[in-house]
C-alpha cells in the first residue's frame, strides 16, 4: 500500500526548535516530490514547500523562506519540515503530501503542532 | 503568490448540482493544466478528486467533474448526496511552485 507517515502531535514552547517527519512506502521515494502545507486553526491550506528527495532540490512558498528548512533523507525514505526558533503562530496541522506532474495523490495523516507562548 | 479565488460556501439539495469556481490569473490557472482539486472533510486529511483540470483517479465518483476557461477552473459535482458535504480547494502550479484556493464550504441541505 502506498503511504505517508507523519510523526505524532507535538507540544512546543516558543522558541524550541522542532523537527517533523514524513516516511514514505510502498513506492519509490525518490521519484516523486514531497509537499507540506500547513493549515492553520479553522482556515484554509497553504504550501510551505516542495522538495525532490531524488536531487534535493527544493523550492518555498516565499511567505516562508528564511521560517522553515525542509529537507529529506533518501536512504530511510523519509523527509522533514524544521523550525529552529517556534512561534505561537506556527501552531497549526502540517501536512505532507507525494506529488508527480502537478498533482498531490497521496498525503499523510498530518501532525499537529501546538506552541505555547 | 496569491491564493486563488473560490466562494466561501455554496450549497444544494440531495440530487442538484453544485458549482464552485476557482480563479486564479495568466501565471497560475491560465498558464498550466495543472489544476487539481480537493475534499477535506471536518479532521481529516485532503484527499484528490481532480487533477490535470478534468481527470478523477481511480476510486472517485464520476458525479465530480472539472473544468477550465482562462483564468477560471470550476469543479461541479452533480447528484449531490449527503457525504459531499465538505471543504473544497483548488491547487495550481505556477510555473515552480504551487497555490491553494481559499476553500470552498459545500453544504448538502
Known amino acids: 500500500e502506498v503511504q505517508l507517515v507523519q510523526s505524532g502531535a507535538e507540544v512546543k514552547k516558543s522558541g524550541e526548535s522542532l523537527k517533523i517527519s514524513c516516511q514514505g512506502s510502498?513506492?519509490?521515494?525518490?521519484?516523486?516530490?514531497i509537499g507540506w502545507v500547513r493549515q492553520m486553526p479553522g482556515r484554509g491550506l497553504e504550501w510551505m514547500g516542495i522538495?525532490?528527495?531524488?536531487?534535493?532540490?527544493?523550492r518555498y512558498n516565499p511567505s516562508f523562506q528564511g521560517q522553515v528548512t525542509i529537507s529529506a533523507d533518501k536512504s530511510i525514505s523519509t523527509a522533514y519540515l524544521q523550525w529552529s526558533s517556534l512561534k505561537a503562530s506556527d501552531t497549526a496541522m502540517y501536512y505532507c503530501?507525494?506529488?508527480?506532474?502537478?498533482?498531490?495523490?497521496?498525503w499523510g495523516q498530518g501532525t499537529v503542532v501546538t506552541v505555547s507562548s | 503568490q496569491s491564493a486563488l479565488t473560490q466562494p466561501p460556501s455554496a450549497s444544494g439539495s440531495p440530487g442538484q448540482s453544485v458549482t464552485i469556481s476557482c480563479t486564479g490569473t495568466?501565471?497560475?490557472?491560465?498558464?498550466?493544466?495543472?489544476v487539481s482539486w480537493y475534499q477535506q472533510h471536518p479532521g481529516k486529511a485532503p484527499k484528490l478528486i481532480i487533477y490535470?483540470?478534468?481527470k478523477r483517479p481511480s476510486g472517485v465518483p464520476d458525479r465530480f467533474s472539472g473544468s477550465k476557461s482562462g483564468n477560471t477552473a470550476s469543479l461541479t459535482v452533480s447528484g449531490l448526496q449527503a457525504e459531499d458535504e465538505s471543504d473544497y480547494y483548488c491547487?495550481?502550479?505556477?510555473?515552480?511552485?504551487?497555490?491553494f484556493g481559499t476553500g470552498t464550504k459545500v453544504t448538502v441541505l
Open positions: 495568466s501565471s497560475d490557472v491560465g498558464g498550466y493544466n495543472y
Open positions: 490535470e483540470v478534468t
Open positions: 522538495i525532490s528527495p531524488g536531487d534535493s532540490d527544493t
Open positions: 491547487s495550481s502550479y505556477t510555473g515552480r511552485l504551487f497555490v
Open positions: 503530501s507525494r506529488g508527480y506532474v502537478g498533482t498531490w495523490d497521496i
Open positions: 510502498g513506492y519509490t521515494f525518490t521519484t516523486y516530490w
